[in-house]
């Protein structure tokens, strides 16, 4: 009984000095411009384009493609039409323009993506993983550990989603939304890119910044983990490793979000959209 005393209350404090520490974060949202006048045009620089994605300019120069490099289109005779991505959408495809999200729209957007398709995938993959290496969390591999692990799988995948995106989107002022590049940039730019975009992110102005809320919001959730995964799993290490392989998740749910749209076009299962 003292045992269970003393793991239960290290995770309390374990729980309480890591959210803490995550508050902490939060004065680093005041050097974000403040809204005035309209709470959504106060918020979108004049003349700023959120259609087009950012490109890792450290690590490409100008000359790695054979037109504009941000353009989402190369094609020199083409006049392109954008149309509005659909609303509350995480993800914006070439030639889509993302509205400004409001505080509303972040915090439905992302309860919305916590609970989608593509997130219910990311969970069977990782309990499946975790089933065949009997990794964190360490229930055994039997037919029921499978079940345990799909269901903290969702725990965890859900609070990680809520936090980052309905949560620590709106206090930093971060648009949450993914800008997918499109086929006309080499691959390897846009593998970098997508990679890079869970440590690089932007303003609601479109500036890029630190990926703070992808951040706050994997550290959040790796620190809940405490509360209902299995004592050996609830140590700061173990949280630690939680927090590192949300990043990663997240890095590798990026890149599918590049590629997905041209892996669909390939297995003939999209059309391809044509330019005018």
Do not use: C
Not at 7 to 13: A, I, L, M, P
Not at 37 to 54: E, F, H, K, M, S
């Amino acid at each position: 009984m003292i045992s269970t005393r003393n793991q239960n209350s290290f995770n309390r404090n374990s729980l309480f000095a890591t959210l803490a520490l995550l508050f902490a974060l939060i004065p680093f949202a005041a050097a974000q411009a403040p809204l005035a006048g309209n709470p959504v045009a106060g918020i979108i620089a004049a003349g700023t384009r959120l259609d087009i994605p950012d490109s890792p300019g450290f690590l490409f120069n100008s000359s790695s493609s054979p037109a504009d490099p941000d353009g989402a289109s190369f094609d020199p005779g083409a006049k392109p039409v954008f149309k509005h991505s659909p609303h509350l959408h995480m993800v914006v495809l070439p030639g889509e323009i993302g509205d400004p999200m409001t505080v509303h729209d972040k915090v439905r957007g992302g309860l919305k993506n916590s609970v989608s398709l593509f997130s219910m995938t990311g969970w069977l993959a990782s309990a499946g993983y975790e089933q065949l290496t009997n990794g964190s969390p360490n229930y055994g591999t039997d037919a029921g550990a499978f079940g345990q692990r799909l269901g903290v799988g969702a725990i965890h995948g859900i609070s990680n989603g809520v936090f980052s995106n309905s949560l620590f989107a709106p206090i930093f002022h971060q648009d949450p939304r993914y800008y997918v590049m499109g086929p006309g940039h080499p691959f390897l730019k846009r593998l970098v890119y997508a990679a890079t975009r869970s440590v690089i992110s932007r303003t609601d102005s479109g500036r890029s910044i630190p990926n703070y809320a992808l951040f706050a919001g994997n550290a959040a959730g790796a620190a809940l983990t405490v509360t209902y995964y299995p004592a050996q799993n609830t140590t700061f290490s173990e949280v630690t490793r939680a927090f590192g392989t949300s990043l990663g998740g997240s890095a590798f749910g990026f890149i599918v979000n590049e590629f997905l749209v041209d892996a669909l076009v390939d297995l003939h299962l999209k059309k391809k959209q044509q330019q005018p």
